[in-house]
């Protein structure tokens, strides 16, 4: 079962604007993680945010919990060309041993 | 960079006769997962393993589907008989994060995963 809910399913932007991403999920969570895809091959981690955490950045990426809407945000900001694939958020639940449950994933596609 | 290796990168097979797919994890890492991808979706967890024993199998079909990971190392997922509907994308991923209990806060690092199409 997927815990998480992407929104958009998809989203097509232009390069230079900034993608917006958002994850919803439904228990308590430990920690939750943000996993970008390119076509045909495995997970690459982006970020890790605690529970205990609001707002994170890693280089281009910023990534928001609101533990008491249980939801998340992801934002690229001066998007490339490179960044087109899917992104999934995966939750790491409370009392779950650190398996994480992958949501249904944002398609990104980043026009030149 | 430590990877996850995992083979074959591509398996098509007939329905009702047997695969395998192979999987190192990263050293050190004691936790190893299989998930299941089917194209369009997020990955679904299979199977937990911590070491050599088992933490979760609840999502792993038994009937057909078996997992193993003997010296606590490299793990070997089967399925017997393969089915048109296990035509899907099996990502094996391993973490430095240990079982139920623990918090660790570690992502995962995925291998580049398996295409399996069954005919």
């Known amino acids: 079962s997927q815990q998480g809910e992407e929104d958009p399913q998809a989203l097509s932007i232009q390069e230079g604007e900034n993608a917006t991403m958002n994850c919803s999920y439904k228990?308590?969570?430990?920690?939750l993680q943000w996993y970008r895809q390119n076509s045909g091959r495995g997970l690459v981690h982006l970020i890790l945010i605690r529970s205990n955490e609001r707002e994170k950045h890693s280089g281009r990426l910023r990534v928001t919990l609101d533990t008491s809407k249980k939801s998340s945000s992801l934002l690229i900001t001066a998007s490339r060309a490179a960044d087109t694939a899917s992104y999934f958020c995966?939750?790491?639940?409370?009392?779950?041993?650190?398996?994480?449950?992958f949501g249904g994933g944002t398609r990104l596609m980043v026009k030149p | 960079e430590a990877e996850v290796a995992q083979s074959p990168r591509y398996k098509i097979t007939e329905k009702s006769q047997a695969v395998a797919f192979w999987c190192d994890p990263i050293s050190g890492h004691a936790t190893l997962y299989w998930y299941r991808q089917i194209l369009g979706q997020g990955p679904e967890l299979l199977v937990q393993f911590q070491d050599e024993s088992v933490v979760d199998d609840s999502q792993l079909p038994k009937d057909r589907f078996s997992a193993e990971r003997l010296k606590g190392v490299d793990s070997t997922l089967k399925i017997q008989p393969a089915e048109l509907g296990d035509s899907a994308m099996y990502l094996c991923?391993?973490?430095?994060?240990?079982?139920?209990?623990?918090?660790?806060?570690?992502?995962?690092?995925f291998g580049s995963g398996t295409r399996l199409t069954v005919v």
């Open positions: 995966a939750t790491d639940e409370d009392n779950a041993g650190n398996m994480l449950t």
């Open positions: 991923a391993s973490s430095l994060a240990v079982g139920r209990g623990h918090v660790g806060n570690y992502g995962y690092t």
């Open positions: 228990t308590s969570i430990n920690n």
